[in-house]
Structures are given as structure tokens and as C-alpha cells.
């Protein structure tokens, strides 16, 4: 059975898509921002993006039953690779025991110029 889970985002609706999707005992996470309310968290702060993309993140995952420890992979999206090392920093903060398999690349632009992160999830519960 899917569950598709959302934010409330007007994007959702718009784009065609879902915060998370739960089938069976996988959730994966949409591609996910510091954005809280419509406005961007951590402006010009590559480690409070992820922090604040990490805590929506782990919201969807207990929407749909899961926790932070299901998860088995990230991937990390940056638009300026020389400061990697803050955003890992902050990817350990939450993963440093957990582990998951993880890919940090930069890429040209993400949908609004404020944004220096996004971040996906994959969880499979129970795993």
C-alpha cells in the first residue's frame, strides 16, 4: 500500500509531488530544503541549511512510521562545494552512528538562489 506523505507545501500540489512516499517498509524523502513557513532558514549558513533540511526530513520519516535510524542512504546536494566540510559536520551531528550510504556533490543551482542544500532520504524500517 503507498502512503504519500506531505508537507503542506504549495510546491507539492504544483510540481506533482510528495514530501515522502511510504511503500511497504520504504520511505523515500523528497529532495529537501531549509525552507520553514516559505522563508529560507540558515541564509548565507551551509551547516543550519542542513540541519534545518535534516529536521523536516526526520518529520516525514515519523509521518510515516519511521525513525532516523532507518535510514540507509542520503544524498546531499550543495552549490558550493569548497564549504563540504560544514555540511558534513552537520549530516554527522545526526548520522555519526547511524551511517548511512551517503553521496555529497555539488551541483550548478538549486531553486532558489538562497538555498545551499538539499538533501534526500531513503529509509527502510526495521532495516
Not at 551541483?107 to 532495516?127: C, F, N, R, S, Y
Amino acid at each position: 500500500m503507498r502512503q504519500n506523505i506531505s508537507s503542506g507545501s504549495p510546491w507539492e500540489a504544483q510540481i506533482g509531488y510528495s514530501r515522502a512516499v511510504k511503500i511497504g517498509n520504504t520511505v523515500q524523502v523528497s529532495g529537501t530544503t531549509a525552507t520553514v513557513n516559505g522563508e529560507v532558514v540558515g541564509e548565507g549558513d551551509p551547516a543550519e541549511q542542513t540541519r534545518a533540511a535534516l529536521g523536516i526530513i526526520r518529520t516525514a520519516l515519523e509521518t510515516a512510521g519511521a525513525q532516523l535510524s532507518d535510514v540507509v542512504r542520503t544524498r546531499i546536494y550543495v552549490t558550493d562545494i569548497s564549504r563540504w566540510e560544514e555540511v558534513a559536520r552537520a549530516h554527522g551531528e545526526v548520522f555519526r552512528d547511524i551511517r548511512p550510504a551517503t553521496t555529497l556533490v555539488q551541483v550548478a543551482a538549486l531553486i532558489d538562489p538562497l538555498h545551499l542544500v538539499e538533501i534526500e532520504a531513503e529509509a527502510v524500517i526495521g532495516g
